[in-house]
């Protein structure tokens, strides 16, 4: 049961604390370029905090930047409201994928999916009111094996990587013009830590992270289409999403656009070091490894974080119509 002192519905929509010169967004590229994946103009931004385009100057050529509902956060497990929720709804989890579309935007890896069939690759949380989120993209922040990279931190504990697999509103159409309504986008966040090499067989490889030496340069593109039906979102997560976080949040890149829904993953993805050096291997827009393209964490003021965990025989009367479960 929620604690009887939230005074607002549920904590689902939240209302984010922000002034008026916080929706004063910058024109927006296009949709391809906006799916959270850093493939802005090269020249706007870096993850350098020494350079004049570093993180802390982010708000100086968008205001928005510096919103009261900016991320990543780091999350307090000592401070969070704690609820029962059933596993997120992903209809495109184990659907076969037919065509990968790699590319190094300078800032990140962005992964385009293309699926067996052509119908709508929705998530819907009951946490966001039964909203269907329609699938975008993925990308990945990563640091190395003595600097984590993720972008959210666990009571102030970084993993080395975080994965994040973009959504928009479906009533919305299209990404560009969801990311501009505070209920636009959801972004799944997981994390990623090392695996013990030696029990490595080769069986449990993520093959989401063999194509990377393909993508090394910025800018550069790759297209795999001979899958054979052995790729799915669930190769790449491995597990059903039961336990998570989640929090009213902004796009961790500029615009820094405050549309997102922010559901963290609680359980990290093992990887192995020999994909992890293929990471490592890629090389950012200004020709140095993107290792460490991750925002740092920014103030939570005043936002409630939400913790769901799972339990078997409960079902939300929404979940119940959805999987016509009597």
């Known amino acids: 049961m929620w604690r009887s002192k939230i005074n607002i519905s549920f904590g689902f929509l939240i209302t984010s604390f922000v002034t008026s010169q916080d929706f004063n967004y910058p024109k927006l590229p296009s949709a391809r370029q906006l799916s959270m994946n850093g493939s802005l103009n090269n020249m706007t931004y870096s993850y350098n905090n020494e350079d004049t385009r570093g993180p802390s100057n982010w708000r100086i050529f968008n205001a928005t930047c510096g919103g009261f509902s900016q991320s990543p956060i780091n999350i307090e497990t000592s401070n969070v409201w704690r609820g029962k929720a059933p596993p997120l709804f992903m209809d495109y989890f184990t659907k076969p994928v037919v065509a990968i579309t790699l590319t190094n935007t300078g800032h990140s890896v962005n992964y385009r999916l293309k699926f067996i069939d052509s119908a709508p690759n929705r998530l819907i949380w009951n946490g966001m009111n039964g909203k269907t989120y329609i699938f975008d993209s993925l990308h990945i922040h990563w640091g190395n094996s003595c600097v984590g990279g993720s972008e959210h931190t666990i009571n102030g504990h970084r993993y080395l990587a975080e994965i994040h697999l973009v959504h928009f509103n479906a009533k919305y159409k299209y990404l560009e013009a969801a990311a501009l309504q505070q209920d636009g986008l959801a972004v799944i966040g997981i994390f990623l830590e090392t695996a013990d090499e030696a029990n490595n067989d080769g069986s449990n490889n993520n093959k ?36 998570y976080y989640s929090y009213k949040g902004s796009l961790t890149t500029p615009p820094c656009s405050e549309s997102v829904r922010w559901i963290v993953a609680k359980r990290p993805v093992r990887i192995y070091p020999s994909e992890w050096n293929l990471l490592n291997q890629v090389i950012s827009f200004d020709g140095r490894s993107m290792t460490g393209n991750n925002r740092p964490v920014q103030q939570i003021n005043g936002r409630n974080v939400y913790e769901y965990n799972y339990v078997g025989n409960y079902r939300h009367k929404f979940d119940r119509i959805l999987w016509n479960i009597p």
């Open 208 to 243: 989401f992270v063999k194509f990377l030496n393909n993508v090394r340069q910025p800018g550069q593109t790759y297209l795999i289409t001979d899958t054979n039906g052995i790729f799915t979102v669930q190769e790449l997560i491995k597990y059903e999403i039961r336990e």
